[in-house]
């Protein structure tokens, strides 16, 4: 069983088009996560939802807006997309925020490729 | 700004022998420390955390916390290529989450 899932693992899609990427964990984690990971490998975390409360909200564009409609989802829409938001976004869970518990679990990835 | 540092690498080492990698971190009140492996077009994967100054083994890994120092490490004996990834350090207090650090790319030479 997949403990972290994403869907869909790839995405083409042309500039100015609007995606989204969900994230489902059967771990029963409390806290979920959206990471960017760019062509540099750096791992940059975009936002954070424990128990469907939004907790983290880096310095992001407006375009992306996550949403978390229970506790074991969080999904990840992106407006208007441009050039650079080519990356692999992870989802990842943990038991919860914080501390020793904050051992994240990642799901495999999503690589989009804006053209 | 919390940071964590780490070398990018390649950090080369032959088969066999032991690898050593380290992170320095920022924030003096730090308190876990977590050590991630990525293989190449892969997600992280957990390999192990430590929170108490001192040593952590697990099989062939070993966490090196001095929190006196801001400094963890991870060492891996007898090295096998399929050690070959990136090294990702990770460091959160109890109240925020967790730092990365951009990685260590480790190659091990059969």
Redesign the interface.
């Given at each position: 069983d997949t403990a972290v899932s994403q869907t869909p693992k790839y995405l083409v899609t042309q500039m100015g088009n609007d995606k989204s990427i969900k994230c489902e964990q059967n771990l029963g984690h409390d806290t979920m996560?959206w990471y960017k990971q760019d062509s540099?490998?750096?791992?940059?975390?975009m936002f954070?939802y424990n128990n469907k409360e939004l907790i983290?909200n880096e310095t992001v564009p407006n375009r992306f807006s996550p949403k978390s409609p229970d506790k074991a989802h969080l999904n990840l829409h992106i407006n208007s997309l441009e050039l650079g938001d080519s990356a692999v976004y992870?989802c990842a869970s943990s038991p919860r925020?914080?501390?020793?518990l904050?051992?994240?679990?990642?799901?495999?990835?999503t690589r989009l490729l804006v053209l | 700004q919390k940071e964590v540092e780490q070398n990018s690498g390649p950090l080369s080492v032959p088969e066999g022998a032991i690898a050593s990698l380290n992170c320095t971190y920022s924030d003096r009140g730090s308190q876990s420390f977590f050590w991630y492996r990525q293989y190449s077009g892969k997600s992280p994967e957990l390999i192990m955390f430590i929170y108490s100054n001192g040593d952590k083994e697990d099989g062939r890994f070993t966490a090196q916390l001095n929190k006196a120092s801001q400094y963890v490490s991870l060492l891996i004996r007898d090295s096998q290529p399929s050690d070959s990834a990136t090294y990702l350090c990770a460091v959160n207090t109890q109240n925020t989450p967790l730092v990365f650090g951009k990685g260590t790319r480790l190659s091990v030479i059969a």
């Amino acid at each position: 069983d997949t403990a972290v899932s994403q869907t869909p693992k790839y995405l083409v899609t042309q500039m100015g088009n609007d995606k989204s990427i969900k994230c489902e964990q059967n771990l029963g984690h409390d806290t979920m996560y959206w990471y960017k990971q760019d062509s540099k490998k750096f791992l940059k975390i975009m936002f954070s939802y424990n128990n469907k409360e939004l907790i983290i909200n880096e310095t992001v564009p407006n375009r992306f807006s996550p949403k978390s409609p229970d506790k074991a989802h969080l999904n990840l829409h992106i407006n208007s997309l441009e050039l650079g938001d080519s990356a692999v976004y992870f989802c990842a869970s943990s038991p919860r925020a914080g501390g020793p518990l904050e051992t994240q679990y990642f799901g495999p990835g999503t690589r989009l490729l804006v053209l | 700004q919390k940071e964590v540092e780490q070398n990018s690498g390649p950090l080369s080492v032959p088969e066999g022998a032991i690898a050593s990698l380290n992170c320095t971190y920022s924030d003096r009140g730090s308190q876990s420390f977590f050590w991630y492996r990525q293989y190449s077009g892969k997600s992280p994967e957990l390999i192990m955390f430590i929170y108490s100054n001192g040593d952590k083994e697990d099989g062939r890994f070993t966490a090196q916390l001095n929190k006196a120092s801001q400094y963890v490490s991870l060492l891996i004996r007898d090295s096998q290529p399929s050690d070959s990834a990136t090294y990702l350090c990770a460091v959160n207090t109890q109240n925020t989450p967790l730092v990365f650090g951009k990685g260590t790319r480790l190659s091990v030479i059969a």
